[in-house]
T-cell receptor
Framework: DGGITQSPKYLFRKEGQNVTLSCEQN?????MYWYRQDPGQGLRLIYY???????QKGDIAEGYSVSREKKESFPLTVTSAQKNPTAFYLC??????????FGPGTRLTVL | QKEVEQDPGPLSVPEGAIVSLNCTYS??????FMWYRQYSRKGPELLMY????GNKEDGRFTAQVDKSSKYISLFIRDSQPSDSATYLC???????????FGTGTRLLVSP
């Protein structure tokens, strides 16, 4: 079964902690993306990667970091520098520059 | 002014109605246009993809793009309660890595 998986589904973070969200795809897509979704604000791009070992900042990269060591994996770390991390995080991938396919999401809550 | 405008709804219709969902945009460089369906607490699912202007039909769904008016629409015929979800429009430039998303319209189809 081809697709995009994200884990965990729910994640709780204490103040001052770094947490890492996992995103894996077996679609053989070159490009991968991380978005944040907040009520009433739509999807906002955090980071994207067009190819292994390369990634670019999106519109709201502050307080986040990523790595792209393997084609199929694009983990996102939410650092303690992100002041308002509670949100729904979505990972996507695409084989070309346009059509993106999304994973099921991770809901992060700060305690 | 936002680059993409989408009425948040909710839009409530009875089962069997024809639904019209719309987005307007300001960037005349956008070349491809997508509609995603997102159920509560799930990742967005790609419904329709259209390149440039024109219509595209897939089952009960029809996507229309009017580039002269910078206006896109998604029509759903014979709407079903299972169509109740949030519908996101998205658009981008050819070769451009970043999509721009609308904030989503929540649709409620009552039996």
């Amino acid at each position: 079964d081809g697709g995009i998986t994200q884990s965990p589904k729910y994640l709780f973070r204490k103040e001052g902690q770094n947490v890492t969200l996992s995103c894996e795809q077996n679609l053989n897509h070159d490009a991968m993306y991380w978005y944040r979704q907040d009520p009433g604000q739509g999807l906002r791009l955090i980071y994207y990667s067009q190819i292994v070992n390369d990634f670019q900042k999106g519109d709201i990269a502050e307080g986040y970091s990523v790595s792209r060591e393997k084609k199929e994996s694009f983990p996102l770390t939410v650092t303690s520098a992100q002041k308002n991390p509670t949100a729904f995080y979505l990972c996507a991938s695409s084989i070309d520059a346009d059509t993106q396919y999304f994973g099921p999401g991770t809901r992060l809550t700060v305690l | 002014q936002k680059e993409v405008e989408q009425d948040p709804g909710p839009l409530s219709v009875p089962e069997g109605a024809i639904v019209s969902l719309n987005c307007t945009y300001s960037n005349s460089a956008f070349q491809y246009f997508m509609w995603y369906r997102q159920y509560s607490r799930k990742g967005p699912e790609l419904l329709m993809y259209t390149y440039s202007s024109g219509n595209k039909e897939d089952g009960r769904f029809t996507a229309q793009v009017d580039k002269s008016s910078k206006y896109i629409s998604l029509f759903i015929r014979d709407s079903q309660p299972s169509d109740s979800a949030t519908y996101l429009c998205a658009m981008g430039n050819t070769g451009f890595q970043k999509l721009v998303f609308g904030t989503g319209t929540r649709l409620l189809v009552s039996p």
